[in-house]
């Protein structure tokens, strides 16, 4: 089995937290011989060292089969960490023009300010300082949407100097304020329209990266959803600025290329990040429930989000949400029709099982890189 924590930790370090019983260590460990799992500061016998594995999260432990020490009760302490971390958030999320206090929001959880951050870390996969920066630039969209100024929807935001909101604008929001509030007015988006094996395909991009992955029955109903989602942007047809990455997804649709490895330029909130980040180190060929992305973030019971991140993909195929299924098998829905999703699970499947899974290759990223690109597709 693979460890939950052998790709974030030094396991030596880990058993070194058990030896000392460091009350710190955040992580569980699950003990073979017995199926149960502690924390490292459990006062119960040491296991041998052959017998141990590590989790990140008492989540993880279960869904290999382990089940809560009755000394420790590492459940427990886990759900109250994640409750104060939702409490957190929410705190955060009514005032997200206010700087978080962390030392305000400590005592009231009545733990300590690094505590905290470690928690809400662990839980959320993100720092209390991103999540928060995150809140600012989502109450910023909301306001610019709603017709206010920039000046005006700046300091609602919290963002007290223009200079911070224009250094930050490009990453969150993909253009500047002004280009965002107006529909995409001033941004440049080429994209290109290519028959595939479900249909046919659009590719948008910003000089940054992919901002939209599309599938339909035609083009003018792709371009149509281009067009309301930025109705006011440039948008240039260029069939030959974006041929690199075209062909790099109908590679990975014929099963030549398991990842895409592409550059994004899309809008999200913190939790889409992190739920699209999970999506994309599925491997091809291989499905996961909603309810095990969840899991995976920490968050058990937020299936439902996970579902809705899903829906809100804007970039197919680069973002596999058609590998995100229902816990009983069924597919759940697909934002470019059920058909097309059992249509691509099925050829993954098929090619997984037919060749094992294919030689990972990257593509550049930056539209003005395709001759680097073609160099590396060719090696």
Same mark, same amino acid.
């Given at each position: 089995? =693979?460890?939950?924590?052998?790709?974030?930790?030094?396991?030596?370090?880990?058993?070194?937290?058990?030896?000392?019983?460091?009350?710190?260590?955040?992580?569980?460990?699950?003990?073979?011989?017995?199926?149960? !799992?502690?924390?490292?500061?459990?006062?119960?016998?040491?296991?041998?060292?052959?017998?141990?594995? /590590?989790?990140?999260?008492?989540?993880?432990?279960?869904?290999?089969?382990?089940?809560?020490?009755?000394?420790?009760?590492?459940?427990?302490?886990?759900?109250?960490?994640?409750?104060?971390?939702?409490?957190?958030?929410?705190?955060?999320?009514?005032?997200?023009?206010?700087?978080?206090?962390?030392?305000?929001?400590?005592?009231?959880?009545?733990?300590?300010?690094?505590?905290?951050?470690?928690?809400?870390?662990?839980? =959320?996969?993100?720092?209390?300082?991103?999540?928060?920066?995150?809140?600012?630039?989502?109450?910023?969209?909301?306001?610019?949407?709603?017709?206010?100024?920039?000046?005006?929807?700046? #300091?609602?935001?919290?963002?007290?100097?223009?200079?911070?909101?224009?250094?930050?604008?490009?990453?969150?929001?993909?253009?500047?304020?002004?280009?965002? +509030?107006?529909?995409?007015?001033?941004?440049?988006?080429? #994209?290109?329209?290519?028959?595939?094996?479900?249909?046919?395909?659009?590719?948008?991009?910003?000089? +940054?990266?992919?901002?939209?992955? =599309?599938?339909?029955?035609?083009?003018?109903?792709?371009?149509?959803?281009?067009?309301?989602? /930025?109705?006011?942007?440039?948008?240039?047809?260029?069939?030959?600025?974006?041929?690199?990455?075209?062909?790099?997804?109908?590679?990975?649709?014929?099963?030549?290329?398991?990842?895409?490895?592409?550059?994004?330029?899309?809008?999200?909130?913190? /939790?889409?990040?992190?739920?699209?980040?999970?999506?994309? +180190?599925?491997? !091809?060929?291989?499905?996961?429930?909603?309810?095990?992305?969840?899991?995976?973030?920490?968050?058990? =019971?937020?299936?439902?989000?996970?579902?809705?991140?899903?829906?809100?993909?804007?970039?197919?195929?680069?973002?596999?949400?058609?590998?995100?299924?229902?816990?009983?098998?069924?597919?759940?829905?697909?934002?470019?029709?059920?058909?097309? +999703?059992?249509?691509?699970?099925?050829?993954?499947?098929?090619?997984?099982?037919?060749?094992?899974?294919?030689?990972?290759?990257?593509?550049?990223?930056?539209?003005?890189?395709?001759?680097?690109?073609?160099?590396?597709?060719?090696?």
């Amino acid at each position: 089995m =693979t460890h939950a924590l052998s790709t974030i930790a030094n396991r030596t370090a880990c058993w070194r937290a058990i030896l000392l019983r460091d009350p710190r260590a955040n992580f569980v460990y699950g003990v073979r011989s017995t199926r149960i !799992y502690c924390r490292p500061a459990c006062p119960s016998r040491r296991p041998a060292r052959d017998q141990v594995e /590590f989790y990140r999260a008492y989540n993880e432990a279960e869904a290999a089969g382990y089940r809560a020490c009755r000394r420790c009760r590492p459940n427990e302490r886990e759900d109250r960490a994640s409750a104060a971390v939702a409490r957190v958030t929410r705190a955060i999320d009514a005032s997200p023009g206010r700087r978080a206090d962390v030392a305000a929001l400590a005592r009231t959880e009545g733990i300590s300010q690094s505590q905290l951050r470690r928690d809400f870390r662990r839980v =959320t996969g993100i720092t209390l300082r991103q999540y928060a920066e995150a809140a600012r630039m989502r109450r910023l969209r909301e306001r610019l949407r709603s017709g206010e100024g920039i000046i005006g929807a700046m #300091y609602d935001a919290g963002l007290g100097s223009s200079s911070r909101l224009y250094e930050r604008s490009p990453g969150q929001l993909g253009m500047t304020p002004g280009a965002y +509030k107006r529909g995409g007015a001033g941004a440049r988006i080429r #994209y290109t329209l290519a028959p595939s094996p479900v249909g046919v395909l659009l590719v948008g991009a910003t000089d +940054k990266g992919i901002c939209a992955v =599309t599938l339909g029955g035609s083009e003018r109903e792709l371009e149509a959803v281009l067009e309301e989602e /930025f109705p006011r942007a440039t948008r240039e047809r260029d069939d030959g600025a974006l041929a690199v990455w075209v062909a790099a997804i109908l590679r990975h649709l014929r099963g030549e290329e398991p990842a895409l490895e592409l550059p994004l330029d899309v809008r999200a909130t913190a /939790f889409q990040r992190r739920v699209w980040q999970v999506l994309r +180190k599925i491997p !091809y060929g291989a499905t996961r429930s909603y309810a095990e992305v969840a899991r995976s973030l920490g968050q058990p =019971t937020a299936f439902r989000a996970v579902a809705r991140a899903c829906a809100t993909n804007p970039a197919a195929l680069v973002i596999p949400c058609h590998r995100v299924v229902r816990t009983d098998g069924g597919l759940g829905g697909y934002r470019w029709g059920l058909d097309r +999703k059992r249509l691509l699970l099925d050829a993954e499947r098929r090619e997984s099982e037919r060749h094992g899974p294919p030689r990972q290759v990257r593509v550049a990223s930056g539209v003005r890189s395709r001759a680097r690109a073609r160099r590396l597709q060719t090696a």
